[in-house]
């Protein structure tokens, strides 16, 4: 597959989450090569040269037309914590999508969905993209390098430039952290290269580390000694509960992501970032480097 070839003509790509970590990424890269940007939020984005503003809730199917019609190519993201509805959703924004002359449809999933059972919300989702009849991209990122700098339900970023501490399940396992930028160049060729229809793409960065790891790389940058904590599952439990996070999703999800960081199941390598984009995937040294204001009192 070449990174090099892509859909420069005039086109319009839907964005759903535009305000997201990826989202917000995203924007600009398909805007640089043309693409006009439909940016979907609960409150519409203001409007600007190459992109517009369309209201969009996923609980409101009346939003759906407005924000499908007329574009080429779709990017889903359901929700920072989906729940089984979101697969019905999905269902009711794609139906009838190629009819309307939708080519293209990319999902933002996690890594090791793919393998999951069926009734996994997220797994969910995913077969309703793949039984949609449109075409179809799925990105599988393991734990984002942001997480650790913007906002996360466990405000990680509030604890290091506050506590100097990292509170966090994991233990010694080891963890490819991906930047949301990579995740957003892959989605962005995906949106706009029929080369990538059928692909499942596991998006990680280049180095598997711990989070006392982590830690020496964000007191690096910032010249404080930030310290890991390990925790256990019930401090984002009741974050999601602070979250409105139904109890039941709240503990499932909490415990699935004790349980990928310290397992060291995302401790994975490769070379998709590299072979669809045509550069390597950011290191993170680069990323704290980059992020250090959002540590700093």
């Not at 139906?95 to 999933?109: E, H, I, N, Q």
């Amino acid at each position: 597959m070449s990174h090099a070839q892509s859909d420069r003509t005039s086109s319009t790509v839907l964005i759903t989450g535009a305000t997201g970590k990826v989202g917000r990424r995203l924007i600009p890269i398909l805007t640089r090569r043309g693409v006009t940007v439909r940016a979907a939020n609960r409150s519409p984005v203001a409007p600007r040269a190459g992109i517009e503003s369309v209201r969009f809730e996923w609980k409101d199917p009346g939003t759906y037309e407005s924000a499908r019609k007329g574009v080429d190519s779709i990017f889903l993201v359901a929700s920072s914590i989906p729940g089984p509805e979101h697969a019905e959703y999905i269902s009711t924004l794609l139906s009838g999508a190629t009819g309307s002359g939708v080519k293209r449809v990319v999902f933002l999933s996690t890594f090791g969905i793919g393998e999951a059972p069926p009734e996994e919300p997220l797994r969910r989702i995913e077969l309703a993209v793949e039984l949609s009849g449109v075409p179809y991209t799925i990105l599988r990122p393991v734990a984002f390098m942001q997480n650790f700098s913007e906002w996360h339900p466990l405000y990680v970023a509030e604890d290091i430039r506050l506590r100097d501490e990292i509170p966090h399940p994991g233990g010694e396992g080891r963890v490819s952290y991906v930047s949301s930028e990579d995740i957003a160049a892959v989605a962005a060729a995906a949106l706009t290269d029929d080369a990538h229809a059928g692909k499942a793409y596991t998006l990680v960065g280049p180095e598997p580390m711990t989070l006392e790891q982590v830690a020496d790389q964000i007191s690096w940058v910032t010249g404080r000694q930030i310290k890991y904590v390990e925790t256990d599952h019930r401090q984002l439990y009741a974050a999601l509960l602070a979250e409105q996070t139904a109890p039941a999703t709240a503990e499932h999800n909490s415990q699935l992501h004790a349980f990928a960081f310290s397992s060291g199941m995302m401790g994975v390598v490769n070379d998709e970032i590299l072979t669809v984009t045509g550069r390597p995937p950011v290191s993170f040294g680069e990323f704290a480097a980059g992020a250090a204001a959002a540590w700093r009192r």
